[in-house]
């Protein structure tokens, strides 16, 4: 469910491909014309205050609370300041041969993204563990080599930091499988190739007007992502006609005209380029002569036009008969109590009663956390996105040719700043983001956001003949949420008392429709000109676990039916019984999540027991939306890049080198990927070793009239747990105060004799409801600094933000 909410004519390789990255519009009013807000005074957007007074008792004042992170953040992002540096260095690195990305042309050699190259897993431990030296502090650059006939990408590992005379810029290809970064680009030139096609267009615009009502340059052109380039070494792309909405609304993936043109664009020399034919209601036409002649000779029957691109049926705002009571405000969640929870902003770390962990920050995948502790105890090591994708299918070649990897565009640049009260609670704390890519920083404001969140249902609750009890299901949750174009991800990393940790991801925008001709087996007919394009999104997360240490095993707790004699029994009796096994290697290690929920899969270290000689382990299920993988084990569209997607779960062995499951540009030759997943099984052992867990979560979608004008988070979402499972002797949850217990005597009228609350601090005074609401023209958006040629004394871009 992914094209780009502005033109894709030429957006075709994504923000890695161009000199000036294309960020998803969002359009505001006129500032001249924002109407007066009398006797309003806007709240802070971080550490919203609840406002408490009372005439007749004392208000409670809570500081918030602070801590210092323990070590310095080795995975905290590169700094701006870091950023610049690592430019300038290259710049001076003559045989690289650069251009400033404000420059470039198509034949120029520039830096597309500047990120941190992670520390490897061994010098990590070392530091926390050991108390060894804080490991060197390096940089990676994607480096786009386009002044050759056959233009490629490389990464190069740039440090140690900050620049020095020991500073060194080398190619970077041990996180990789082919053991090269290099990868080829058969589309560095775009803006050529949307020259190419408005001269093909134009010679068949009498036709394009019958058929759709205007000339070709009413619409937009985009295609197939990514380009096909694994037939008989051609470099081919399909294109499709596109309405261009003239409203606010960017629904221009609800507005296929049923259009095809096929290119052939091999090699850089556009004379060589050319017209692969025609697609109109399911007949091909080999050539445009082809097409012209149908067309004279009455042979294309002109179809329903998806019309829409001023109407209402588009948009997202509110539609239809007005609900009873809906003019009322609805419930509002406060923090009484202020924030309980202590964040170091700078060293970008968090504890929350026995949880704490780092986060970091990354233009391909967004948010990532570090060093997940559990009373004291390392679980996690890191836990993050590696990978989403959107495999489409459908009867024209732009839907069946379309399977976006989204780390291409990446989620850090789309990471946009959270609407207070609607994305996260107004008593939220927000941070900010900073992304690197084409030689500029860009922050976007208040784009992550953690809370406590009252679950709506207890922790736990019981009831007899004389008492009741239940405690309250407090959460604290880490949240941020991507438009990566059309397509909007939320993504949420829960903590709660019984010491499970939940990752969730949720999904809206605009779905990517299809055209309704020929289309039935492939979608609904959900409007006039429309249908919806069916598709799966596998979002695979890495769990590098550490249980109890690095030395884990995977088990298998199994429900299985029996038949079983016994002594006290005449005959076998039918029932069940409790088998317990082990992954031995990576022969076996990619899974599935049990049929009928029929077994529970375990992580925990042999050598340690609890009491009762069980293994103090963490369980990984699935939770919301169960497990995901793709339907099918082989793709033309992604060839070997797509290895992670035909399993639940994988569990591999830790190797520094092997990182993620993809390379975020593997999708510029996905027959030949930097990273293939599936050359990471090698028939190791997995018994007592340092373990990593591939985690899918997502959705197979058929869109249907619900996704119009959006897709609704309802039923768009997916999630997975880590429970302790015999870690601890009892329930953690018990040691919250925020529980209640009520003593009543069930014969003589539940009168209630005792009411029990553990020390929690009563809510006393007034909510001042006003200071709840945020000043939503606060908006910030984003800020933008150049890093080449970089000025510390001006280094902001002349430039409005998203706009």
Not at 362 to 371: C, E, I, N, T, Y
Not at 675 to 698: I, P, R, T
Not at 709 to 735: I, K, W
Request: glycine share 6%; net charge negative.
């Amino acid at each position: 469910m992914k094209a780009v909410a502005f033109s894709l004519a030429t957006l075709v390789v994504g923000a890695l491909a161009a000199p000036s990255p294309k960020i998803p519009s969002i359009r505001y009013p006129s500032l001249r014309s924002r109407p007066v807000l009398p006797d309003y005074v806007a709240p802070p957007l971080n550490n919203l205050a609840v406002q408490l007074a009372s005439s007749n008792s004392s208000s409670h004042h809570y500081e918030t609370p602070t801590v210092k992170a323990p070590k310095t953040n080795i995975w905290a992002p590169l700094s701006s300041d870091e950023a610049a540096s690592v430019v300038s260095f290259l710049h001076n690195q003559t045989n690289l041969n650069l251009t400033a990305a404000t420059d470039a042309g198509p034949w120029d050699n520039l830096i597309s993204v500047v990120d941190l190259a992670v520390p490897n897993k061994t010098e990590s431990l070392a530091y926390f563990d050991k108390n060894s030296t804080t490991p060197p502090r390096y940089a990676v650059a994607s480096i786009m080599f386009n002044a050759f006939e056959e233009p490629y990408l490389e990464d190069f590992l740039v440090g140690p930091l900050p620049i020095s005379t020991n500073t060194t810029a080398a190619p970077y290809g041990f996180r990789t499988t082919q053991g090269t970064s290099k990868i080829r680009n058969h589309d560095a030139d775009a803006d050529k190739v949307d020259e190419f096609v408005a001269s093909i267009t134009s010679e068949v615009d009498d036709i394009v007007e019958a058929l759709l009502g205007a000339k070709t340059e009413a619409f937009d052109l985009f295609g197939i992502d990514p380009l096909w380039t694994s037939v008989d070494n051609r470099t081919i792309s399909w294109r499709g006609y596109w309405a261009i909405p003239t409203n606010i609304f960017d629904a221009e993936t609800l507005l296929p005209q049923g259009l095809y043109i096929k290119l052939d664009i091999t090699g850089r020399d556009p004379s060589g380029w050319s017209c692969g034919g025609w697609l109109h209601n399911g007949v091909y036409y080999p050539t445009s002569a082809d097409f012209r002649h149908a067309f004279e000779n009455g042979e294309i029957e002109i179809t329903t036009r998806n019309d829409g691109a001023n109407s209402t049926w588009t948009g997202t705002d509110r539609d239809g008969p007005e609900l009873k009571y809906d003019e009322r405000p609805p419930p509002q969640a406060i923090a009484p109590g202020g924030q309980r929870f202590a964040v170091d902003e700078d060293a970008q770390f968090v504890e929350w009663f026995d949880f704490s962990f780092y986060w970091g920050f990354s233009r391909d995948s967004g948010m990532r956390l570090w060093d997940i502790k559990y009373k004291g105890e390392r679980v996690v090591y890191e836990l993050g996105l590696t990978e989403a994708l959107a495999h489409y299918a459908g009867n024209d070649p732009v839907q069946s040719g379309t399977s976006y990897a989204d780390t291409f565009y990446g989620f850090g640049p789309y990471a946009f700043e959270l609407v207070q009260g609607y994305d996260c609670p107004n008593y939220a704390k927000y941070v900010d983001t900073t992304f690197h890519a084409n030689e500029i920083s860009t922050t976007h404001k208040n784009s992550i956001c953690f809370f406590e969140h009252d679950e709506s249902y207890p922790m736990q609750r019981h009831a007899n003949g004389q008492y009741v009890s239940s405690t309250k299901n407090i959460a604290f949750k880490m949240r941020s949420a991507s438009t990566v174009g059309n397509y909007d991800y939320s993504f949420t990393y829960s903590f709660y008392l019984d010491g499970t940790i939940e990752v969730g991801v949720s999904a809206s925008g605009y779905i990517q429709s299809a055209y309704y001709a020929q289309n039935e087996e492939y979608g609904y007919h959900i409007h006039d000109g429309l249908s919806g394009s069916m598709h799966t999104h596998v979002l695979n997360w890495k769990v590098d676990v550490d249980i109890l240490g690095t030395n884990n095993t995977m088990g298998f707790h199994k429900v299985v039916a029996e038949e079983i004699s016994y002594p006290w029994y005449p005959t076998p009796r039918k029932t069940m019984k409790l088998v317990r096994s082990e992954l031995e290697s990576e022969d076996d290690a990619k899974l599935n999540w049990p049929a009928n929920s029929q077994a529970m899969y375990l992580i925990y270290n042999k050598e340690e027991k609890n009491k009762f000689a069980e293994d103090r382990a963490w369980r990984i299920m699935p939770a919301r939306g169960g497990g995901i993988h793709l339907a099918f084990n082989e793709s033309s569209n992604l060839g070997n890049t797509m290895g992670f997607a035909t399993h639940h779960l994988y569990v591999t062995k830790q190797k520094d080198s092997e990182f993620s499951v993809a390379h975020a540009n593997n999708a510029y030759d996905p027959y030949h990927p930097i990273v293939d997943f599936s050359k990471y099984f090698d028939g190791e052992n997995l018994q007592q070793e340092d373990l990593v867990l591939w985690v899918n979560l997502g959705m197979h979608h058929v869109p249907h009239t619900g996704d119009l004008g959006n897709t609704v988070q309802t039923t768009a979402q997916g999630s997975f747990m880590l429970s302790p499972h015999n870690y601890l002797l009892r329930d953690p949850s018990r040691q919250t105060k925020q529980m209640i217990r009520l003593n009543y005597n069930s014969s003589d009228d539940y009168i209630v004799s005792n009411v029990h609350t553990f020390g929690a601090d009563p809510v006393k005074g007034q909510v001042n409801l006003s200071s709840l609401q945020p000043d939503y023209y606060d908006y910030q958006g984003d800020s933008n600094i150049r890093k080449f040629p970089y000025d510390p004394l001006h280094p902001y871009n002349d430039t409005v933000a998203i706009v």
